[in-house]
């Protein structure tokens, strides 16, 4: 399958994107239109943009209303496309066994290749650049120190590195970030293949349209976990009293507790708490009653009741005592009584005027006269009537015989006695004793009344009542002693206003005490008990409301503090982002990212597997993919592909990647080939080539093979290739030299080494050091001897190159242009490198050969190799 590059259809362009994101914004809300504005403005947000964000997310924008996105916030598309490119990686410590003090470079253009053999320390070098940029490394892909050094520390190391033009150098320790601009190079790693093509990766670059989407549904997501938290801080605020309320689900109180909204009213609140004085002691009451043994208290009650009812009549009693209808009729029957009296007071003295002795028909006289009355009928004459006064009887009183003016008094005594009005004297006297004795009945004694009190104010618990009783009993008695003491007064003084007696009240409280018995002698689940455990309830959660009143009213606050934070919650979804996203997504990197993967999959030449790349799915804007087979998508295709194909099929996916961007940053290529065979390597070699022409690409490798590949790939792509080496030492690794390995360098390459070395080391043969000048002189020649024979190879290679497994048959004329005379140069200066690598008798003792002798060594296989490749370049 072959891919025109040309007739890829070209995305969407940012500006177009950005222009339609304004749009859209019109229907954010504001904290997000002035959100989308500031990352129009710079990369990311800060801590500072959070806080005044969070204040517009929570006032709805009311806090100055913010300043929305428009079309003159929108930048220029291509101003952020910074090209980042590696300088040098040095200053490392504590990394692997890696020497101190070691610098490794990079050219700035084409490919720098990095050759290290195994446990040289290359991927040491290589470890460190990917913590330092991009990459996808596994998990346990970790820096160690070197565990056989005493001295150990976190890993550091100094990059060197150059931004659009622009140099600059950090400092990297383990653990931590490294620069962001660093994040714009790329490692590919050929351990982490299988996550290029089996798991679902995000693309490298993001385009400035999705970096601003990605930005603000970023900004959602902090945001929501700032008002989520402040939310939570504010719910744990709430007082354990109210966590545990102590009020019964049931009672009005109850009701409000679990119903505590942002919408309770504080008077709603304020109306249930308290209870009054009567409501306080009927709580009391309802717990004494429910708390006790029910027949116990309901016998106590039934005393009290009794008590009650008992003192209630004798307080009507009094009251009607006092009363102005029976101080009338006392004091008519006191009148009457002395009417009567002065009426027998006048007839006796009349009758008895002239008798020896005074006052006779008075109260002492009548006194003694019914006290002889008695001892006659009882004692001295009980047969008879009173008085006896036949001829032989004797006065009861003297005991003397009676004679006729004696037994003529008598009777005249008598008389008098039975007399009419002296009977209504008696009459007058027994009403006006009644109405006495009426009053002092009514009298209140001292004990019982305290008594009485002490069972309202105590047992009852109303104090109220007691005093009222209190006052109203005393002005009754006041007024009752009053009467007594003033009835027979003319005129009738005024007497104390009595106060009304509470027996109404009394009443009540025995009829309550009635009802309080009926219920404590109901059954415990009766709907009697049940409305009493009801009330009890409700009064006591109104006492306890009234506790927890403050807290109540400072939780309705919290609570309408969580409601505005929930409703700003909702202007942080990131529905809509990430609907634009994916629309954004689809045409600036979705098409672009799918058709470069076909290129590169045809450039690796893996085009003939039926493999494309598919998107998985869309999280935030972001775009992720997978490598999947056209005929069966569900299948694993890691399953499938053989361990090569899996390599070229990873190789074209990262490739595709970075193809979204027009920034061409650095690449780093840790072992691109590891298991590939030589077609595909060579593939490879092509496909790097290439793209060393647009970027800078750095490749570490242990294989000299793609050494060679590579190096040959990149002259024919006319591509810039440097070469640097990493080797072990005794102890350590890590050594960097700038130059390949001996014998990967290019033979052009050696013969300026060897001039070099000749130029610094002849002062031995100019100061006489025979010894040290003889060992140079045999590394030179033996350096000759090599590089001659690589002289040869290299004039072979445009038909067979070293290490290759083909032969080029299409170059097979430049093979041509080798005639005698080069074969005889060749031979003969060869045969001159030997004469000091062999050894020769020890009398013959030959003269070792001046430097100008080696220099012209040198100089024969340079112009031999340059002419020879002039020769082979002018052949079309």
């Keep these: 399958m072959s891919i025109d590059v040309q007739a890829i259809p070209p995305a969407t362009s940012e500006a177009v994107a950005l222009a339609a994101i304004v749009a859209w914004s019109a229907e954010c809300p504001n904290w997000q239109r002035d959100a989308l504005r500031r990352l129009c403005a710079r ?16 006032d709805d924008g009311a806090a100055g209303g913010g300043q929305p996105l428009t079309a003159n916030h929108v930048r220029d598309p291509s101003a952020g496309s910074a090209v980042v490119t590696l300088t040098a990686l040095h200053g490392l410590q504590h990394v692997n066994a890696l020497a101190i003090g070691e610098r490794l470079t990079f050219d700035k253009t084409g490919i720098t290749i990095i050759y290290g053999d195994n446990g040289a320390g290359k ?14 490394s596994p998990k346990n892909d970790t820096i160690l120190s070197n565990v056989y050094s005493a001295n150990s520390g976190l890993p550091t190391a100094n990059i060197d590195f150059c931004v659009s033009g622009q140099n600059k150098s950090v400092t990297w320790i383990n653990g931590q970030s490294s620069d962001a601009m660093l994040s714009a190079v790329s490692v590919f790693d050929s351990r982490t293949a299988n ?7 995000d693309v490298a670059y993001t385009p400035l349209p999705l970096k601003i989407l990605a930005g603000l549904a970023q900004a959602c997501q902090e945001l929501k976990t700032r008002l989520t938290a402040e939310s939570k801080a504010l719910e744990a605020q709430k007082p354990a009293v109210l966590v545990t309320a102590k009020c019964q689900p049931g009672t009005a109180v109850g009701r409000l507790i679990a119903g505590l909204s942002a919408k309770t009213k504080p008077q709603d609140v304020a109306a249930l708490a308290g209870l009054t004085a009567e409501q306080q002691a009927r709580l009391e009451t309802l717990k004494a009653d429910l708390g006790a043994d029910p027949a116990r208290t309901a016998r106590q009650l039934q005393a009290q009741k009794t008590k009650i009812v008992t003192t209630i009549a004798r307080l009507e009693a009094l009251a009607l005592a006092i009363g102005d209808d029976r101080v009338t009729a006392l004091r008519a029957a006191q009148v009457g009584f002395t009417t009567a009296k002065a009426a027998v007071a006048a007839a006796s003295a009349d009758l008895f005027s002239g008798e020896p002795l005074p006052n006779i028909g008075s109260d002492v006289w009548k006194a003694l006269w019914e006290a002889a009355r008695a001892y006659s009928r009882v004692s001295a004459y009980p047969d008879l009537p009173f008085p006896v006064t036949e001829p032989d009887a004797r006065c009861v009183l003297c005991h003397q015989e009676l004679d006729a003016a004696a037994a003529d008094r008598l009777n005249r005594f008598e008389a008098f006695i039975q007399n009419e009005s002296k009977k209504r004297e008696q009459d007058a006297r027994t009403t006006y004793d009644a109405a006495l004795s009426a009053l002092g009945e009514a009298r209140l004694p001292c004990a019982e009344f305290l008594t009485l009190l002490a069972l309202v104010r105590d047992d009852l618990g109303d104090t109220a009542l007691a005093e009222e009783l209190r006052g109203a009993v005393l002005l009754a008695l006041w007024r009752l002693r009053a009467i007594v003491r003033t009835h027979q007064q003319s005129p009738a003084p005024i007497l104390p206003t009595a106060a009304l007696l509470p027996v109404a009240a009394l009443q009540r409280s025995a009829e309550g005490l009635e009802k309080r018995v009926a219920a404590l002698l109901t059954e ?16 006591a959660d109104r006492a306890w409301l009234v506790l927890v009143q403050a807290d109540v009213l400072a939780q309705v606050e919290r609570l309408k503090a969580i409601a505005a934070l929930t409703k700003a919650q909702k202007d942080t979804s990131t529905n809509r982002i990430t609907t634009k996203s994916a629309e954004v997504a689809q045409t600036l990197v979705t098409n672009m990212l799918r058709s470069r993967f076909a290129v590169e999959v045809d450039k690796l030449g893996v085009a003939g597997l039926a493999i494309e790349l598919r998107q998985d799915k869309t999280s935030q804007g972001v775009p992720f993919f997978r490598v999947s087979l056209i005929n069966k998508p569900t299948e694993t295709v890691g399953n499938v592909l053989s361990e090569g194909e899996h390599r070229c099929v990873a190789l074209a996916a ?4 970075l193809a979204t961007v027009d920034a061409s940053s650095a690449i780093v290529f840790d072992d691109p080939v590891s298991s590939l065979d030589h077609i595909h390597r060579e593939k490879v070699a ?37 070469f640097r080496s990493i080797s072990r030492g005794a102890e350590q690794a890590g050594f960097c030299q700038p130059n390949p390995p001996p014998n990967a360098q290019p033979v052009d390459k050696v013969v300026e080494a060897l001039q070099r070395q000749i130029t610094n080391q002849k002062i031995q043969y100019e100061r006489g050091d025979q010894e040290e000048w003889y060992r140079t002189v045999r590394s030179l020649q033996e350096q000759l001897r090599t590089t001659w024979e690589r002289a040869v190879e290299d004039a072979l290679s445009p038909v067979v190159k070293r290490l290759a497994s083909k032969v080029d048959t299409k170059n097979l004329l430049k093979i041509t242009v080798i005639d005698a005379n080069d074969c005889k140069v060749m031979r003969d200066a060869f045969g001159r490198c030997s004469e000091m690598l062999h050894s020769q008798p020890g009398e013959l003792n030959p003269a070792l050969p001046a430097p100008a002798v080696i220099e012209a060594e040198i100089g024969v296989l340079r112009d031999w190799i340059a002419n020879l490749r002039q020769r082979q370049d002018n052949i079309a």
């Design 43 to 58: 990369d990311k947000l800060e801590t500072t943009d959070f806080d005044e964000l969070l204040a517009l997310c929570k």
């Design 195 to 201: 996550i290029h093509v089996d798991q679902t990766n």
């Design 524 to 539: 415990n689940d009766s709907p009697e008990r049940r409305a009493l455990q009801a009330e009890r309830d409700e009064l």
């Design 686 to 722: 092509s496909r790097l080539a290439a793209e060393g022409l647009n970027r800078q690409i750095i490749v570490f490798t242990h294989d000299i093979a793609f050494l060679f590949l590579l190096h040959e790939a990149c002259r024919s792509a006319n591509t810039h290739v440097g």
């Design 654 to 657: 990262f490739l595709a990647e």
């Design 123 to 136: 991927s040491g070098y290589a470890r460190v650049l990917k913590k330092l940029c991009r990459a996808r």
